[in-house]
Nanobody, 119 residues
Framework: QVQLVESGGGLVQAGRSLRLSCAAS????????MGWYRQAPGKQRESIAVITSGGSTNYADSVKGRFTISRDNAKNTVYLQMNSLKPEDTAVYYCNADIRTVTGQRSFWGQGTQVTVSS
């Protein structure tokens, strides 16, 4: 059974930084694309950053230049460094990973971590 466990969320003032981590555990043959999504109250979940197994990245316009996604393939872990946080970044943040397991390849989600940015 594969699990994604997130950490690093919390309450922070506008302009400050937070770093989220998401570690995949279980029987993992390979991990392909990994990414971060967020869902604010009353809004749909949106993709904000994606990183391929080769390290190529893509960001939503709303976070470009402020957030940085990275990964440690040896640890099956993806990170999200969030700088210059704004109140509109307040949301539940979820990690996602495309993982090949004993039963084949599928997408896995973390449980979510709350990020609250005060003005």
């Amino acid at each position: 059974q594969v699990q994604l466990v997130e950490s690093g969320g919390g309450l922070v003032q506008a302009g400050r930084s937070l770093r989220l981590s998401c570690a995949a555990s279980g029987t993992i043959f390979s991990t392909n694309a990994m990414g971060w999504y967020r869902q604010a109250p009353g809004k749909q979940r949106e993709s904000i950053a994606v990183i391929t197994s080769g390290g190529s990245t893509n960001y939503a316009d709303s976070v470009k230049g402020r957030f940085t996604i990275s990964r440690d393939n040896a640890k099956n872990t993806v990170y999200l460094q969030m700088n210059s946080l704004k109140p509109e970044d307040t949301a539940v943040y979820y990690c996602n990973a495309d993982i090949r397991t004993v039963t084949g390849q599928r997408s896995f989600w973390g449980q979510g971590t709350q990020v609250t940015v005060s003005s």
